[in-house]
């Protein structure tokens, strides 16, 4: 069972702070310190250092004799994962040498060592570019969530030559069954889509709620290969139509006013589509309906927010979109989750709007 915070912190924040004298007087003082977990995820100071960065206090710590491939209990990770998230490459090339596991199976998203160093957000850079150098460099091979990540064609390629089951291979359930081609547009690589769609992935197949791919797309363009494969199906609709800027067709599928698929207004608010949203409050469509989007009831305004989408929340609140409502999962006004995804332009919107009511 780990120690309680307050008998292990003080050397989990030297080793954070990246004070390797203070850790090394507080082991000798105490060797036993050297396996120390911190609650709640029994972290080892190895992993607190490797996310860190602090390539001085992984090298004592190394030295010392703690385990480089040493798990927590939370993830199921080892140091080099968190290292390799963080696009520390020093340290994941101290870990390496120091014989960590490369590879990395066995965590509990399912993505590898060579997944948390490419499939979050903010590991589009060079930093993490060279963990990916150096990952594979010591054995490491992408899986098909890793290679979409670093638009990586030719290992997409060679992946699904592989075996064509990983077009339809699902994230875990931390990243809600994802598909290959759900993760491209999330991750805003459209030529990894069009390369998806060309091997024969769905355009319309569901995520582990159902969700298709496009959306995920925050933006009007990541996806539109996607929309484009799913023209004509029985389910691309007013949405489709509208996303390809096919304003006859929707004309033809919804003639009147007051017809509109649910959620349309959503998606096309989160994807900040502003010809869309209009387009859709002239059809009738509701600015305060509420929806179910990954677990939580919320406004069309609540996702627009989200993303930083400013014309599109202006948009909503000349239509009466009210920004008081709360959704479901957070308890939080559009205003809420402006401010906690650092959407200051929008934020600042919303409470000018306050003020002028």
Known sequence: MPEPVSEVQPL????????????????????????????????????????????????????????????????????????????????????????????GRGDDHALEVIGWATCWDGCDDDAHREVVRLLRAAGARHHVFSAVATDDADEVRRIVA?????????????????????????MRRPRMAALLLALGA?????????????????????????????????????????????GDAAARAYPGAGVVDAGALHLMAKRGDAEAVRELLARGADPGARWAHWGAVVTPLHLAAFLGHVEVARLLLAAGADPSVRDTEHDADPLGWAEHCGRHEVAALLRAHAASS
């Open 12 to 103: 989990f924040d030297a080793v954070r702070a990246g004070d390797a004298a203070r850790v090394a007087a507080m082991l000798d003082e105490d060797p036993a310190r050297l396996h120390a977990r911190l609650p709640p995820y029994a972290w080892t100071p190895l992993h607190a250092a490797a996310h860190a960065g602090q390539d001085a206090v992984v090298a004592l710590l190394l030295a010392r004799g703690l385990d480089p491939n040493a798990k927590e209990a939370g993830d199921d990770t080892t140091a080099l994962h968190w290292a390799a998230a963080a696009g520390r490459a020093d340290v994941v090339r101290r870990l390496l040498a120091a014989g960590a596991d490369p590879v």
């Open 162 to 186: 592989g075996d064509p089951s990983q077009l339809a291979r699902p994230m875990s359930r931390h990243e809600g069954g994802q598909l290959p081609l759900h993760f491209a547009v999330r």
């Open 202 to 246: 769905d355009p319309l197949a569901g995520d582990a709620e159902g969700m298709p791919p496009s959306a995920y797309a925050t933006d009007p363009d990541t996806d539109r290969a996607v929309l484009a494969a799913a023209r004509g199906r029985v389910a691309a609709t007013l949405l489709v139509a509208l996303a390809l800027r096919a």
